[in-house]
């Protein structure tokens, strides 16, 4: 089955910098890549995600970038805001697999310091 | 508002005790799914449903049940919690179509505590 893997684990930047976060899989047939947001006591919320016929895709302040060849995809954050501390997870599924099933990275705890 | 809901939010239980956890969703999605959040595992799939009366097991079923018998409710039931079934459960919905997948909506949580 698929297996996707999620770096770093935490990541502080300071307020208005960048963050960068990064996922690999491996299954060669996944064409589906959300990214979640996940806020304390909340469930994960899809901001962003990108199909394997994109190279990249970007939605203001977030982007999302794949690599099909090297099975690796990133999510990059431009000019961080407080609000942007969150847990993100990185997910992988296959479209129309008969199952929407996503298989999740283990998730970066990303801090913005004031 | 379009929203996954989650009763109860938290609890807390003894092992053995039977227990049901209620998923309702009200934008008509035809998937539903649980999941569940350990530290350092991230969300793992428990259970899911294509639509009412088709169910089946995701990577982690060992230890629960579920039903879909209306569209709209799919519960996780444990028949007899084991203190390794603590976790943080979320029930997922969304809509299906052919040849792509689209967003998962989740619900806010149940942490549940098996002593």
């Known amino acids: 089955g698929e297996n996707v893997e999620q770096h770093p684990s935490t990541l502080s930047v300071q307020e208005g910098d960048s963050a960068v976060i990064k996922c690999t899989y491996s299954d060669s047939a996944s064409n589906y890549f959300p990214w979640y947001k996940q806020e304390l006591g909340k469930g994960p919320q899809l901001i962003i995600d990108i199909r394997s016929n994109v190279g990249e895709k970007k939605d203001q302040r977030i982007a999302v970038t794949l690599n099909k060849t090297a099975k690796h995809f990133s999510l990059h954050i431009t000019e961080t805001q407080p609000e942007d501390s969150a847990v993100y997870f990185c997910?992988?599924?296959?479209?129309?697999?008969?199952?929407?099933?996503?298989?999740f990275g283990t998730g970066t705890r990303l801090t913005i310091i004031p | 508002e379009a929203q996954v809901t989650q009763n109860p939010r938290y609890l807390i239980t003894v092992t053995g005790k039977k227990l049901t956890v209620t998923c309702s969703q009200n934008?008509?999605?035809?998937?539903m799914s649980w999941y569940r959040q350990d530290p350092g595992l991230g969300l793992r799939q428990i259970y899911y449903?294509?639509?009412?009366?088709?169910?089946d097991k995701g990577d982690v079923p060992e230890g629960y049940k579920v039903s879909r018998k209306e569209k709209r409710n799919f519960p996780l039931i444990l028949e007899s919690p084991s203190p390794n079934q603590t976790s943080l459960y979320f029930c997922a919905s969304s809509k299906t179509g052919t040849g792509r997948s689209y967003e998962q909506y989740f619900g806010p949580g149940t942490r549940l505590t098996v002593t």
């Open positions: 449903s294509m639509n009412v009366e088709v169910t």
């Open positions: 934008m008509n999605h035809e998937y």
């Open positions: 997910a992988a599924s296959r479209d129309n697999f008969g199952n929407e099933k996503l298989t």
